[in-house]
Structures are given as structure tokens and as C-alpha cells.
């Protein structure tokens, strides 16, 4: 009698099984709710793309131009080794020129010198002007300043150690003496990147 009780209990109608189908099934409400849910977690995602995107294009840029700056400096360690070079020929050339036997020795060493200016030429680097240029403390270091009243004040009247760019960066400044006002000598700032012009025959001495 038990088994046939408990048989009858689990028995349900069809009117029942539809009722506890349409209670098992979410509402359209229910289906809105969470479409809009999805919804909004979908514009989250958008949102997070598009600015990881905007980073990472960022980041691109910063990494492409940082590459391209230190392939056209990457020379600059090895150069400034080199410039002392074009310093002894430059002193070899002015001792020769004071010596009547000298004529073949200073246009041996004008030739070097022409042609190191013209290899390292291919790497940027050239001669800053100077004499007779307005002293600039960008470019130039003023080592001497010697009182001329036919002179302009802060020009540069002397050389003594040539000044040398890499592209527009200054490699090295300048030596130089500095024609001053008797009445006012100029006031000297600071070195710093600016621009430096190269002279036109960059194998004068």
C-alpha cells in the first residue's frame, strides 16, 4: 500500500506540469535585466580595448622616435675620441706655416685633414663658426676676453680649440677669445643646445 501511495504522489496532471514549466522558465523582464547587463559589460570591455589601444599606439610613437634618436647620436662617444685628432693636425698645420721648409709637410697635413673633415662629415659632425661670428655661450667658451674698441663687443676675435656639431647638437664647445668694450664687459651665460653654425670652408685653420 505504501508503494502505491508514494506512485500517486509523483503523478501530476498536465494543467500542473505546464504551471512548475512556466515557473522553471525566466520572464521577459528577467531576459532584459540581463541583456542589459551584458550590455553594459560589453561597453566596459569596449572601453578597456580602446584605451589599452591608445596606450600601446602611444607607447609606438615614444619607442620609434627614442630608436631613431639613438641610431643618429650613436656615433657620438666614438667621435669625440676622434676630435683630438683634427686638433693636432689643425696645431701641425700653423707650425708648418711658420717654417720656410714646411711647404710640403702643410700640404701633406692640409690633405689629412680635408679628408678627416669629409669622413666624419658623413656622420654629422661639423665645425662651428667662430671668428668674427658674435660670441654665443651655446657654442662657444670664452677663455679669453681682451678690451678692443674697434671691435664689436662679444666677438669673438680669436680661436683657439675649434667647437664641433653633431647634426644640431653640440658636440664640443668652442675655445675662443671674446673682444669686450673697455667701458662694459659682456655678462656670459650658461652653455646650452642651441644653434651653432657651421662655417663654410671647414678645412680653414
Not at 3 to 31: F, G, Y
Not at 32 to 49: C, H, M, P, R, T
Not at 96 to 117: I, R
Not at 155 to 167: A, D, I, K, N, S
Amino acid at each position: 500500500m505504501e508503494n502505491n501511495n508514494k506512485t500517486t504522489n509523483l503523478e501530476q496532471s498536465p494543467e500542473e506540469q505546464a504551471a512548475v514549466e512556466e515557473q522553471a522558465q525566466p520572464s521577459a523582464e528577467d531576459l532584459n535585466q540581463k541583456l542589459l547587463a551584458k550590455i553594459e559589460e560589453l561597453k566596459v570591455l569596449e572601453d578597456k580595448y580602446l584605451r589599452l589601444a591608445a596606450e600601446f599606439e602611444n607607447y609606438k610613437r615614444i619607442s620609434q622616435r627614442e630608436q631613431r634618436e639613438a641610431s643618429r647620436f650613436a656615433n657620438e662617444t666614438l667621435l669625440k675620441e676622434l676630435i683630438p685628432i683634427l686638433d693636432n693636425l689643425e696645431r701641425a698645420i700653423r707650425s708648418a706655416k711658420d717654417s720656410p721648409s714646411g711647404n710640403g709637410l702643410m700640404e701633406g697635413v692640409q690633405l689629412t685633414l680635408k679628408q678627416f673633415l669629409e669622413t666624419i662629415g658623413k656622420f654629422g659632425v661639423r665645425q662651428v663658426s667662430s671668428i668674427g661670428a658674435p660670441f654665443d655661450p651655446a657654442c662657444h667658451q670664452a677663455v679669453v676676453r681682451i678690451e678692443r674698441a674697434d671691435l664689436a663687443p662679444n666677438t669673438v676675435m680669436e680661436e683657439y680649440q675649434r667647437g664641433y656639431l653633431l647634426h644640431d647638437r653640440l658636440l664640443r664647445a668652442a675655445m675662443v677669445a671674446v673682444a669686450v668694450s673697455p667701458e662694459e664687459p659682456p655678462a656670459e651665460g650658461p652653455a646650452g643646445p642651441q644653434a651653432c653654425e657651421a662655417p663654410a670652408d671647414s678645412t680653414d685653420s
